[in-house]
């Protein structure tokens, strides 16, 4: 059984390493600020349970967050650098936009009771929500796609 002490330790490291990892994440994107700080670490953690629950074990932090960032932030942050949604969404903070298209791609599975690649999740969030020229870019992209 683990004694109060080495939980309290357990749980300085576990912080210290959660927040290590999203200040470097800060520091190394272009896309996130101080600000985003709690939302990464929910994002992570929602992963990381997720993650935990498919494999049927547990999932260190530095797990989670390296398999966040290969599974959901580089996929959809390089979609996101698609000509549609950048014109559909003028002026808006590419944080914010990571945010909503993460959440699209959740609620869109759960719609279709099946995974929405990133791909057609960022056009369909294009297409529901976008401005201006890239919105009609996306309807373009979406029903090629769907043919």
Same mark, same amino acid.
């Given at each position: 059984? !683990? ?11 576990? @912080? ?9 994440? !800060?520091?190394?994107? @272009?896309? $996130? ?8 670490? /929910? +994002? &992570? #953690?929602? +992963?990381? *349970? ?19 960032? /290969?599974? =959901? *932030?580089?996929? &959809? ?11 559909? $969404? ?8 990571? $945010?909503? !298209?993460?959440? +699209?791609?959740? $609620? ?6 099946? #995974? ?16 201006? &020229?890239?919105? &009609?870019?996306?309807? =373009? ?7």
């Amino acid at each position: 059984m !683990i004694q109060n002490k080495d939980k309290e330790t357990y749980m300085d490291n576990h @912080d210290i390493q959660k927040r290590q990892s999203i200040e470097y994440m !800060i520091k190394n994107s @272009d896309m $996130f600020l101080d600000a985003d700080y709690e939302r990464l670490a /929910s +994002h &992570i #953690e929602g +992963h990381r *349970y997720f993650l935990g629950k498919n494999l049927s074990m547990p999932i260190t932090w530095d797990e989670a967050t390296y398999s966040w960032m /290969s599974n =959901i *932030y580089q996929p &959809i942050s390089q979609v996101m650098e698609n000509w549609a949604t950048q014109l559909s $969404f003028p002026g808006r903070r590419k944080a914010d936009l990571f $945010f909503e !298209i993460c959440d +699209h791609q959740y $609620f869109l599975s759960l719609q279709k009771q099946k #995974e929405v690649d990133v791909y057609n999740a960022t056009l369909d969030y294009d297409v529901q929500f976008g401005k201006t &020229i890239g919105r &009609i870019i996306a309807k =373009i992209l979406s029903s090629n796609n769907a043919a």
